[in-house]
Nanobody
Framework: QVQLVESGGGSVQAGGSLRLSCAAS????????MAWFRQAPGKAREGVAA????????YYADSVKGRFTFSQDNGKNTVYLQMNSLKPEDTAMYYC??????????????????????WGQGTQVTVS
């Protein structure tokens, strides 16, 4: 059974930093696309970053490019999202997701929330 467990959310002031973690278990970790989505109240779920665990290629939405960095620890089947220079508009529930998306599609951003069938429970990020 696939399980994704997020951690690392919290409350910070604008300009601050947080690091989100997503630990994966129950499936073959390699050669999967893992993504972070966020959803603010009343808004659609937005994909902000993705990493292909096999190739290491990454994708970032324009809204976070240059501020967020995706990394992975293959030995721990865990991915991390380092979020710097946080803004109030980054406030949202952040969700980790994974699925067997091909490398090119993964780091070109050719996916949506409907592409992913495995989701974590979410972690709240609040920037004031």
């Amino acid at each position: 059974q696939v399980q994704l467990v997020e951690s690392g959310g919290g409350s910070v002031q604008a300009g601050g930093s947080l690091r989100l973690s997503c630990a994966a278990s129950g499936y073959t970790y390699s050669s999967n696309c893992m993504a972070w989505f966020r959803q603010a109240p009343g808004k659609a779920r937005e994909g902000v970053a993705a990493i292909h665990t096999g190739s290491g290629g990454t994708y970032y939405a324009d809204s976070v490019k240059g501020r967020f960095t995706f990394s992975q620890d293959n030995g721990k089947n865990t991915v991390y999202l380092q979020m710097n220079s946080l803004k109030p508009e980054d406030t949202a529930m952040y969700y980790c997701a994974s699925d067997s998306v091909g490398a090119n599609d993964c780091y070109s951003g050719s996916w949506s929330a409907r592409t992913f069938h495995n989701w974590g429970q979410g972690t709240q990020v609040t920037v004031s």
